[in-house]
T-cell receptor, first 113, second 114 residues
């Protein structure tokens, strides 16, 4: 069965420090992986995706993610956190013959000033 | 235009009412989706339309009835809902052929069933 896991319900980081939000996947074949962010009472906003090619993917708002095939991980990172990065983050995945994407359970990121 | 719009933003309805949610996109996307999201949970897929035809129904109760009048519009007709149907309903769109295409989400309709 395909699955995407986000092992941390909440991540707390001080402003200016680097942040990491973890994601692991179990997807047969070549995975397509995504990160979305959701601010309160809003829809999901696309941040970045991995399809193929470079393992380090750069996205919106200074975020990047590293695809690691051996560890089946796709962690989201940012070198210097902002208070405005505080939101709910979802990792999602699918594969080439899948008909829908699978979302992780979400991680609440809290950046303290 | 990279926006998906949804109306209304908020909806309160009784269990005997009939109402509709609307979604519109002008990005030329030929796949459109309805999701249901409970607080602090991931979105749950309800329906997928591809080229204006229903391609996925995730065993959604018949009190939810989707409709895709054209390639830009997606409706969700609601009838005889239950209080547990209260949630944020999200519409999304994407290009259908390549699974690597990201979905663009609307802001959602916050539905409360009394």
């Amino acid at each position: 069965a395909q699955s995407v896991a986000q092992p941390e319900d909440q991540v707390n980081v001080a402003e200016g420090n680097p942040l990491t939000v973890k994601c692991t996947y179990s997807v047969s074949g070549n995975p397509y992986l995504f990160w979305y962010v959701q601010y309160p009472n809003r829809g999901l906003q696309f941040l970045l995706k991995y399809i193929t090619g470079d393992n380090l993917v750069k996205g919106s708002y200074g975020f990047e993610a590293e695809f690691n095939k051996s560890q089946t991980s796709f962690h989201l990172k940012k070198p210097s956190a902002l208070v405005s990065d505080s939101a709910l983050y979802f990792c999602a995945g699918t594969h080439s013959s899948a008909s829908k994407i699978i979302f992780g359970s979400g991680t609440r990121l809290s950046i303290r000033p | 235009d990279t926006e998906v719009t949804q109306t209304p933003k908020h909806l309160v309805m009784g269990m005997t009412n009939k109402k509709s949610l609307k979604c519109e996109q002008h990005m030329g996307h030929r796949a459109m989706y309805w999701y249901k999201q409970k607080a602090k949970k991931p979105p749950e897929l309800m329906f997928v339309y591809s080229y204006e035809k229903l391609s996925i129904n995730e065993s959604v109760p018949s009190r939810f009835s989707p409709e895709c009048p054209n390639s830009s519009l997606l409706n969700l007709h609601l009838h005889a809902l239950q209080p547990e149907d209260s949630a944020l309903y999200l519409c999304a769109s994407s290009q259908p052929r390549d699974r690597g295409n990201e979905q663009f989400f609307g802001p959602g309709t916050r539905l409360t069933v009394l």
